[in-house]
């Protein structure tokens, strides 16, 4: 079996082999599709994939949609998609070893954000366009390096206009721009980014665009009014989640046995990979602000929560300050100190569970802003009893540990800031987040429990943190404040001075514990968390 809509004319195999294929006529819908598009999607991966496209699938199997979302991505883009008609199989990884296989037929066209600029103007220019959608990383969003200088691609738009515009923000920018000319038509620009705020960072930035251009006279003065008109242009805000990592050997052995020959990465002219199948967990997440200019795909038909934006903020802040991402950082720190490679495996360590079920329930839960339309200790009891311990789900604590210092202030801060803003609570009372802190400052010292040099994980503050611990070995002693208070005070580290907030002589206190010998990670552990 190949993934094509020719050979998924034998539906026989296919269903014979646990697939599940689309219930609807899939060249009527790319036709609709086609003629009158209401969705176009840019940054077609995985979670694209394997969230909202499945999304879709699901609706249009209902009979509730009519027509398919259109998927926008870079220069690669046509050699993932075109070879397979613009089919994709989702593969979803139940926690109980099972799996299910669904043929994905909800994406009617695959088209290049370089090379399709006509194709992509003609549909920006149709009225009846609802919605753009984007997961194309956080960093997708930045027009700055890291100094906060405009980049060259960036500042060339700018100066040129968007009629060659040439960076990924300026080419969204200019095709908003055709539709003004065109119909001056209302639009709403969707971030389904994992980031916090994510509707502000998408508005910013292309009104980063229409103010340089207004300003030059590159662009009618009216278009920047546009921009800032929600009745014009929407940017709602979302809230993101589902696991999709890479393609696993499991699976793809899997596939192969049943039939399925289409297993092997995808190498694009630009090097880089994709399969034609995702792996993915079973649960997801998706909360939207419903706020839209022109109307909206029915999301809701297949399971996607429509609110408003103060619960959009509040489910984010509990996932992200409480009830999962803390977690996910603490197994990270602690997985990688004692050897571990993959965070299922790590819940079935007496200590790392008790650690983050202490972290999440004891001292998180307390604070939790309950958004009202997911229970936060729900969300908790399935990230704990299903999500993490999935051991088909083959994430790394070293790829959750990238970029902790980048993590820790919104991750951690933010809890020990409502602790100290509390009247009924001690910030003093927490004792479980500070000797994550403790594993964090640790970590830095890249030398694992056993003593073995350890890898870091790529951070953008490495070098200027590990250098405060490169003097300590396993066995010193000492109060560590003077090596320790250069982190410990950095409030852009950790979102509170932690001298400041009371906590610093417990992460310290924690710290020496950590370090006095070969092994004292789990000796420190098992004493705290009996």
């Known amino acids: 079996m190949k993934l094509n809509l020719k050979e998924l004319g034998d539906t026989a195999v296919w269903e014979a082999a646990g697939f599940k294929l689309p219930k609807y006529?899939?060249?009527?819908?790319?036709?609709?599709?086609?003629?009158?598009?209401?969705?176009?999607?840019?940054?077609?991966?995985?979670?694209?994939?394997?969230?909202?496209?499945?999304?879709?699938?699901?609706?249009?199997?209902?009979?509730?949609?009519?027509?398919?979302?259109?998927?926008?991505?870079?220069e690669g883009i046509k050699?993932?998609?075109?070879?397979?008609?613009?089919?994709?199989?989702?593969?979803?990884?139940?926690?109980?070893?099972?799996?299910?296989?669904?043929?994905?037929?909800?994406?009617?066209?695959?088209?290049?954000?370089?090379?399709?600029?006509?194709?992509?103007?003609?549909?920006?220019?149709?009225?009846?366009?609802?919605?753009?959608?984007f997961t194309i990383t956080e960093k997708g969003y930045s027009l700055v390096d890291a100094k906060g200088e405009y980049l060259p691609e960036v500042m060339a738009d700018f100066n040129e206009g968007p009629a060659d515009a040439k960076s990924y923000m300026g080419r969204l920018a200019a095709m908003v721009y055709e539709r003004y000319l065109s119909c001056k038509g209302p639009i709403s620009l969707v971030s389904m980014d994992n980031c916090s705020q994510n509707g502000i960072k998408l508005q910013e930035a292309v009104a980063a665009y229409g103010r340089a251009w207004g300003e030059k006279g590159l662009v009618e003065k009216a278009f920047v009014d546009y921009l800032h008109d929600p009745q014009q242009v929407?940017?709602?805000?979302?809230m993101i989640d589902k696991i999709t990592p890479r393609p696993d050997p499991q699976v793809r052995a899997m596939l192969k046995e049943c039939g399925f020959e289409d297993v092997e990465d995808i190498i694009t002219s630009r090097n880089t990979y994709a399969a034609p199948f995702v792996n993915a967990e079973e649960p997801?997440?998706?909360?939207i602000e419903d706020v839209f200019?022109?109307?909206?795909?029915?999301?809701?038909?297949?399971?996607?929560?429509?609110?408003?934006?103060?619960?959009?903020?509040?489910?984010?802040?509990?996932?992200?300050?409480?009830?999962?991402?803390?977690?996910?950082?603490?197994?990270?720190?602690?997985?990688?100190?004692?050897?571990?490679?993959?965070?299922?495996?790590?819940?079935?360590?007496?200590?790392?569970?008790?650690?983050?079920?202490?972290?999440?329930?004891?001292?998180?839960?307390?604070?939790?802003?309950?958004?009202?339309?997911?229970n936060p200790k729900s969300f908790i009891d399935e990230v704990l009893q299903?999500?993490?311990?999935?051991?088909?789900?083959?994430?790394?604590?070293?790829?959750?540990?990238?970029?902790?210092?980048?993590?820790?202030?919104?991750?951690?801060?933010?809890?020990?800031?409502?602790?100290m803003e509390s009247k009924a609570l001690a910030v003093t009372d927490l004792?479980?987040?500070?000797?994550?802190?403790?594993?964090?400052?640790?970590y830095l010292m890249a030398v694992d429990d056993e003593g073995n040099a350890m890898a870091l994980s790529p951070d953008p503050m490495l070098v200027e943190v590990t250098r405060h611990v490169q003097g300590i070995s396993l066995g010193d002693k000492g109060s560590f404040h003077q090596q320790l208070k250069p982190i410990l005070s950095n409030k852009a580290i950790f979102g509170v001075d932690l001298y400041e907030a009371g906590l610093a002589s417990m992460v310290v206190d924690y710290f020496q514990q950590l370090v006095a010998s070969k092994g004292a990670v789990r000796e420190t552990l098992i004493k705290h968390l009996k």
């Open 79 to 133: 050699e993932i998609y075109e070879p397979h008609d613009n089919l994709a199989l989702l593969v979803t990884i139940k926690s109980d070893g099972s799996i299910e296989k669904t043929v994905i037929g909800s994406i009617t066209e695959a088209l290049s954000l370089s090379e399709d600029r006509h194709r992509l103007k003609e549909i920006f220019k149709n009225p009846g366009l609802q919605m753009v959608s």
């Open 25 to 74: 006529n899939i060249d009527e819908i790319k036709e609709n599709t086609y003629n009158n598009p209401n969705w176009v999607h840019f940054g077609a991966g995985n979670i694209f994939r394997a969230l909202t496209a499945n999304m879709l699938q699901n609706i249009l199997n209902d009979g509730k949609a009519d027509r398919g979302v259109i998927a926008v991505g870079d």
């Open 284 to 287: 997801e997440y998706l909360v």
């Open 431 to 442: 004792k479980y987040i500070p000797l994550v802190l403790a594993g964090w400052c640790r």
């Open 386 to 419: 299903v999500r993490f311990p999935n051991p088909y789900m083959p994430d790394t604590p070293q790829r959750i540990a990238c970029d902790t210092s980048q993590k820790l202030a919104i991750r951690f801060g933010e809890t020990i800031k409502a602790y």
């Open 293 to 374: 200019a022109n109307g909206r795909p029915r999301l809701e038909e297949g399971g996607a929560i429509f609110t408003d934006r103060a619960t959009v903020e509040a489910v984010e802040r509990m996932k992200v300050c409480t009830c999962l991402n803390p977690l996910h950082t603490a197994l990270a720190i602690y997985g990688c100190l004692l050897g571990y490679r993959l965070i299922a495996d790590e819940m079935q360590d007496p200590q790392l569970r008790a650690l983050i079920e202490k972290v999440g329930y004891q001292e998180g839960l307390p604070v939790v802003v309950d958004p009202g339309i997911i």
């Open 234 to 238: 929407a940017f709602p805000w979302t």
